[in-house]
Nanobody
Framework: QVQLVESGGGLVQAGGSLRLSCAAS????????MGWFRQAPGKEREFVAA????????DYAESVKGRFTISADSAKNMVYLQMNSLKPEDTAIYYC????????????????????WGQGTQVTVSS
């Protein structure tokens, strides 16, 4: 079992950058496929980015490709989401999630694939 705590959210102007952090405890992040999701008011939770358990495979939502980067530091047991060129439509609560993945290279993009979730961190992008 793993516990996840996000941080790094805040208010930023359009075009700016933020780095979200996800601190894991209980088990190492290399035991799971890791993902970031977001949920805007009145909308469904949507996939943002994922990294495989082995760490060398990533996947991104089309809306964030080229702007967001998921990474992990196994030594610190942390997962990050670097967000550049932010847009007002990126405003949402961002969640870190961990998926028990028997296959080491998969990068789950569906909410139901994830077993553990953090509490979320708010990102607000002003125009």
């Amino acid at each position: 079992q793993v516990q996840l705590v996000e941080s790094g959210g805040g208010l930023v102007q359009a075009g700016g950058s933020l780095r979200l952090s996800c601190a894991a405890s209980g088990r190492t992040v290399s035991s799971y496929a890791m993902g970031w999701f977001r949920q805007a008011p009145g909308k469904e939770r949507e996939f943002v980015a994922a990294m495989s358990r082995r760490g060398s495979d990533t996947d991104y939502a089309e809306s964030v490709k080229g702007r967001f980067t998921i990474s992990a530091d196994s030594a610190k047991n942390m997962v990050y989401l670097q967000m550049n060129s932010l847009k007002p439509e990126d405003t949402a609560i961002y969640y870190c999630a961990a998926a028990v993945a028997a296959i080491p290279w998969i990068t789950p993009a569906t909410h139901s694939a994830y077993n553990y979730w953090g509490q979320g961190t708010q990102v607000t992008v002003s125009s």
